[in-house]
């Protein structure tokens, strides 16, 4: 891998990889090129893995499997609090790491390093506690005992937008579990993954129980995995399309597949909620990675009563937002992550515009170098427009006004994805009523942050299927056997 000089002065060379990690070695290479995108300027280049080298980091996993299966728990454990220790001890640099190939602020990058380290410390916390079962027949013909066994081989695929926590959060649970795995990052934020397979080896993790490759054929070296019969489990975080092209895949060897796929939240606000407080939620659950988030709300709801406040409020505070790159301190909006990004985010805001919204800030493309689109807020805006369909993935707020709660219902339903959704109201009635009919995964009162290690994590409809994190995120790498007893 070789690195850009601006890249040096930003992180500590102990976290530069070198590349392929395949069963606890390195291979360096070339082919894929790593953008900042805050100028379009190449900041690294690493390994581009071919079918063979997938096929290689299958060999390492299987041989590491029964060792790290049979591995005690409690050893498992302590791997993997040593390794959310040392990710805490090199937090900075790795949220410089990520600020500079993603993109994000430093202080969203910083807040996804400890997110993604308490994943480590959470699934140390629960190797320990792998639930059995007991139970007696109806019949009293025999006794029902019910084990949970690691599934065995999983790959696992993560998407650029944040690239320590989607790892983490499937390493976590998947080595608690006693599996092994091979981790395929974005390639457009390598370097991350890299680096925390690094500090992996540091904390112990044995050789072939963690590869990682780097690809630019996704697909190829994919199918060639999910064909081998040891792969067992496919873990993919990223786009509803992709998500439905691997199932297919998946379907032809019947591999289990956990899935955590697009979103389109609504963010509902009624009359009676706390003003300033809906404003601080909004501001988080849109403005989080400048809005490159799975849960970000793509589509606020607001009641005729509060509309207008809401606008004016959302509209000053997005406008006060400073933009530049991420990993200068004062910023506040980064850039998105590639051209095409600030492409999709213009032709969703020019069409709404040209459907009769209108723009109170923003709404359309900075021209300086790097991917920069400004936090906008539309109002007005058709509750057909695509900007309501289509996951926005950029620091825009459509707002549309409503009247009733059937209405706020209806709207927030229409939607093929259910991963997240928000309410503000100071009756906590009226927004668990409204709660339980939105068909949805997760869903935040009052709050416009909902991920937490100790949560499950995961959507209804079409943004996916299983759930991440949470006392049932080990379970997804795990299969019950049952052995029916008569002693
Ligand atoms: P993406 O295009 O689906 O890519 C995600 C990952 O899949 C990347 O590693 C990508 O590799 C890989 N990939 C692409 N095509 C593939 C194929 N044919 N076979 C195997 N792997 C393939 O998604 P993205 O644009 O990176 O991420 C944004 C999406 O992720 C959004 O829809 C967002 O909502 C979703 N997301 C969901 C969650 C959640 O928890 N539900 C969390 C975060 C993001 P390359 O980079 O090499 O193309």
Request: charged share 20%.
């Amino acid at each position: 891998m070789t690195f850009h000089a601006k890249f040096s002065g930003y992180a500590d060379p102990a976290l530069h990889a070198a590349g392929l990690y395949i069963g606890g070695k390195w291979q360096s290479g070339s082919g894929i090129t790593v953008l900042d995108p805050s100028t379009g300027n190449l900041l690294a280049e690493v390994a581009d893995a071919a079918i063979e080298d997938a096929q290689r980091a299958v060999d390492a996993a299987d041989a590491a499997a029964a060792g790290w299966r049979a591995t005690p728990a409690r050893q498992r454990s302590e791997i993997l609090r040593r390794w959310y220790q040392l990710m805490t001890q090199h937090a900075e640099e790795l949220a410089t790491l990520i600020a500079l190939e993603n993109g994000k602020a430093l202080a969203d990058a910083r807040g996804e390093v400890a997110y993604a380290a308490e994943f480590f410390r959470w699934y140390a916390e629960e190797a320990t506690r792998i639930p059995g079962e007991f139970r007696h027949t109806p019949s009293g013909s025999h006794n029902i005992l019910v084990d949970h066994e690691p599934i065995g081989i999983a790959v696992l695929i993560t998407p650029w937008n944040f690239p320590a926590a989607m790892a983490t959060r499937k390493i976590g649970p998947a080595l608690a579990a006693g599996c092994t795995v091979i981790l395929k990052p974005a390639s457009e934020t390598p370097l991350t993954a890299y680096a925390m397979a690094r500090l992996g080896e540091e904390a112990g993790v044995p050789p072939g129980v963690v590869n990682v490759l780097t690809t630019s054929n996704p697909g190829g070296i994919t199918n060639a995995m999910l064909a081998d019969p040891r792969v067992r489990k496919l873990s993919f975080t990223g786009s509803t399309g992709v998500g439905r092209v691997l199932l297919a895949e998946a379907a032809k060897s019947v591999v289990s597949c956990s899935m955590e796929l697009g979103g389109n939240a609504p963010f509902i606000v009624f009359d009676d909620a706390h003003l300033e407080a809906a404003l601080d939620g909004a501001m988080i659950a849109k403005m989080r990675n400048a809005g490159e988030a799975c849960t970000a709300a793509n589509r606020f709801y607001v009641q005729a009563g509060i509309h207008d406040a809401f606008v004016a409020g959302l509209t000053a505070r997005m406008k006060s937002l400073k933009i530049g790159p991420g990993y200068d301190s004062e910023t506040q909006c980064g850039p998105m992550i590639t051209q095409n990004a600030v492409r999709k985010i213009d032709r969703l805001v020019s069409e709404a515009l040209a459907a009769g919204a209108r723009a109170t800030t923003g709404g359309k493309p900075l021209t300086e170098n790097g991917y920069f689109y400004p936090p906008t807020v539309l109002e007005n805006v058709p509750v057909n427009a695509s900007i309501a369909r289509e996951e926005i993935f950029g620091p825009v707020a459509p707002v549309y006004k409503f009247e009733s709660d059937d209405e706020a219902i209806r709207l927030a339903n229409n939607t093929e994805y259910g991963l997240a959704a928000y309410i503000y109201s100071r009756d906590l009635k009226r927004a668990m009523k409204v709660g339980k009919r939105i068909e949805t995964g997760m869903l935040g009162i009052n709050r416009g942050l909902m991920s937490d290690p100790a949560a499950p994590f995961g959507g209804v409809k079409q943004s996916g299927l299983g759930r991440e994190g949470g006392v049932t995120g080990i379970l997804e790498f795990m299969e019950p056997k049952y052995f029916a007893v008569d002693y």
